[in-house]
C-alpha cells in the first residue's frame, strides 16, 4: 500500500534512555506532521514540516524532543533522556500541498511505553 | 489559544438510531472544520470536512454544519449500523496555520 508508515510500532525504553520514531510518509507529500496522543485523548500537535523545512514546533514540549525531515521525505522524531511522561501513541501525517484544508493521511503510530 | 469541547463518551446506541455528537470550538480567525474517525484497529481518517461558515460536510452518511455564530460543527448521523463503532474526533483548523487542534473525541458503540 501507499499509505503513510512508521516503525517502530511499539517502543519500550527505560527511564532515561533516547528513542528515534520513523515515518515514511506518502510519496509526494510536501507536509508533515507529528502529534502526540495520550490514552484516552485526542491527539496533539508537536510539530510541522513543510519539505525539509520545520515550519512550526511550537507543541514540542520540551528541548528533549527534536524532529527532522533532512530531504523532505521520511522524518525522525528523537526524544532523548525519556520519562514516564513520555508515553503515548506518536502519529505521523502527511499531506499533499500546504495549504491546512488538505486532508492530512495518518500513520498507525508509535506506541511508546517508557518505564 | 484554540480549545475543542467534545461531548463526552461512550455513546451506545442501538443499530438505526440517530446520532448526535455535539462540537463546538474556540478560535483565533475562522477556522476550516474537520471529523477524523478512528475504526477500532485502524489509523486516523478525515470523515468530513467544512471550510467556510454555513457549509455542510457528509460522507457515509454523516453530515456536520459549519456554524459561526454558534461556534459549534456538530456530527449527525440518521440510521448508525454497527460498523460505525469508532472514535470521533472534532478537530478545528486555524485560519493561519496548519495546525490541527482535536477534540478528546467520543466513542461510538452501535449494538445490533
Known sequence: ?115 | GDSVTQMEGPVTLSEEAFLTINCTYTATGYPSLFWYVQYPGEGLQLLLKATKADDKGSNKGFEATYRKETTSFHLEKGSVQVSDSAVYFCAPLKAAGNKLTFGGGTRVLVKP
Open chain 1, 1 to 115: 500500500g501507499a499509505g503513510v508508515s512508521q516503525s517502530p510500532r511499539y517502543k519500550v525504553a527505560k527511564r532515561g534512555q533516547d528513542v528515534a520514531l520513523r515515518c515514511d510518509p506518502i510519496s509526494g507529500h510536501v507536509s508533515l506532521f507529528w502529534y502526540q496522543q495520550a490514552l484516552g485523548q485526542g491527539p496533539e500537535f508537536l510539530t510541522y514540516f513543510q519539505n525539509e523545512a520545520q515550519l512550526d514546533k511550537s507543541g514540542l514540549p520540551s528541548d528533549r524532543f527534536f524532529a527532522e525531515r533532512p530531504e523532505g521525505s521520511v522524518s525522525t522524531l528523537k526524544i532523548q533522556r525519556t520519562q514516564q511522561e513520555d508515553s503515548a501513541v506518536y502519529l505521523c501525517a502527511s499531506s499533499l500541498g500546504t495549504s491546512g484544508d488538505n486532508e492530512q493521511f495518518f500513520g498507525p503510530g508509535t506506541r511508546l511505553t517508557v518505564l
